[in-house]
C-alpha cells in the first residue's frame, strides 16, 4: 500500500474586527493572499487532495476557499482551539478510501499534530518554534487513518507561503 498523504495547514492571517467574537473572525488581504499561494503550493507538489477536515471558525473556512481547492470537506467544531491529541482523533476518524488528507485548523493543534506524529523529523524543531499562519507540513502516513493514534509518519516538507 502506497503512504498517505497528509497536509495540515494552519489558517490564513485573520483580521481583528472590532466586537467579533474569536470564532468568527475573518481573514485579513494578507491571509487570502498566502492562503492561494498556499492552494497553488499544494496542487503543484502533492497528490490532488480527496478531503478536506476543517475547523468550523471563520477564518479556516475561508482559508479552504481562498486556496481553491475543491474535495469534500468535513467540518468539525472540536478542531477549534484543540490540541495535538484532538486533530488527531479526527483524522482517525477520515474514511481509509481517502488518500490525501488537508486538515485546517488552528495553533497549536495544527503543528503540534506535525511533530507528535514525527518528533525526530529534519524540520520537527523548526515547526516546533514557529508555524506561522498558511503554514503547511505534510507528512507521509503508512498504513490506515484509524491507526494514526498509533503510527508514526514521515515528515515530508514544511513551507510557508509568501
Known sequence: MAPRILILMRHGKSAYPP??????????PR???????????????????????????????????ATGIEAPARYEESLYGTNAAGVLHEIARTD???HTLLVIGHEPGIPDAAVALDPSGATADRIAKRFPTSAIATLSVTGSWSRILSTRA?????????
Open 19 to 28: 466586537g467579533i467574537a474569536d470564532h468568527d473572525r475573518p481573514l485579513a
Open 96 to 98: 481509509d478510501g481517502v
Open 154 to 162: 514521515a515528515l515530508t516538507n514544511f513551507h510557508v507561503p509568501r
Open 31 to 65: 491571509g487570502e493572499r498566502e492562503a492561494g499561494l498556499a492552494g497553488d503550493w499544494i496542487r503543484r507538489t502533492q497528490p490532488p487532495v480527496d478531503a478536506v477536515l476543517c475547523s468550523t471558525a471563520t477564518r479556516t473556512r475561508l482559508t479552504l476557499d
